[in-house]
């Protein structure tokens, strides 16, 4: 596996993010003005794109927001969500990020809590999709 962080939004992100949010999960508003300032992560298997996600400071300093992280249906099951999550983590902390916050999918929940998020809000919906705000500390934030 290879991991390449980008500036601007690479095509590989944006033909993951449109498989998997647009054609599986029939999203309609996937691409927004968040992406031109976030940093792209794609992790690539054999110089395949297999999973995106992007990561942007706040309005907090310290505080970073994760998003769209997305796996190809192919290459579900072998932990790449996990992996891409922890590559994100690790340039946030480099960064001098705080804290992390995600807008999960409902049924997405039980995966970042395995992987140290706590649910932070009460249920709100993006695009009538059940979603909940978590955050990871991961030194003292506000």
């Given at each position: 596996?290879?991991?390449?962080?980008?500036?601007t939004?690479?095509?590989?992100?944006?033909?993951i993010?449109?498989?998997?949010?647009?054609?599986?999960?029939?999203?309609?508003?996937?691409?927004?003005?968040?992406d031109?300032?976030?940093?792209?992560?794609?992790?690539y298997?054999?110089?395949?794109?297999a999973?995106?996600?992007?990561?942007?400071?706040?309005?907090?300093?310290?505080?970073?927001?994760?998003?769209?992280?997305?796996?190809?249906?192919?290459?579900?099951?072998?932990?790449?969500g996990?992996?891409?999550?922890?590559c994100?983590?690790?340039?946030?902390?480099?960064?001098?990020?705080k804290?992390?916050?995600?807008h999960?999918?409902?049924?997405?929940?039980?995966?970042?809590?395995?992987?140290?998020?706590?649910?932070?809000?009460?249920?709100?919906?993006?695009?009538?999709?059940?979603h909940?705000?978590m955050?990871?500390?991961?030194?003292?934030?506000?």
């Amino acid at each position: 596996m290879n991991v390449l962080i980008y500036d601007t939004l690479p095509s590989e992100a944006t033909e993951i993010r449109r498989a998997v949010f647009l054609e599986e999960q029939g999203f309609q508003d996937e691409f927004d003005e968040i992406d031109q300032r976030a940093r792209h992560i794609v992790l690539y298997d054999n110089n395949i794109a297999a999973a995106t996600c992007r990561f942007f400071e706040d309005k907090t300093a310290g505080n970073y927001i994760i998003g769209r992280i997305a796996v190809m249906r192919q290459y579900r099951g072998k932990n790449l969500g996990s992996f891409i999550l922890k590559c994100a983590e690790t340039e946030i902390e480099k960064s001098g990020g705080k804290c992390i916050l995600l807008h999960a999918q409902a049924g997405a929940v039980k995966f970042y809590e395995k992987n140290g998020y706590k649910q932070c809000s009460e249920m709100d919906f993006e695009q009538s999709c059940p979603h909940f705000w978590m955050h990871k500390i991961l030194r003292d934030c506000q």
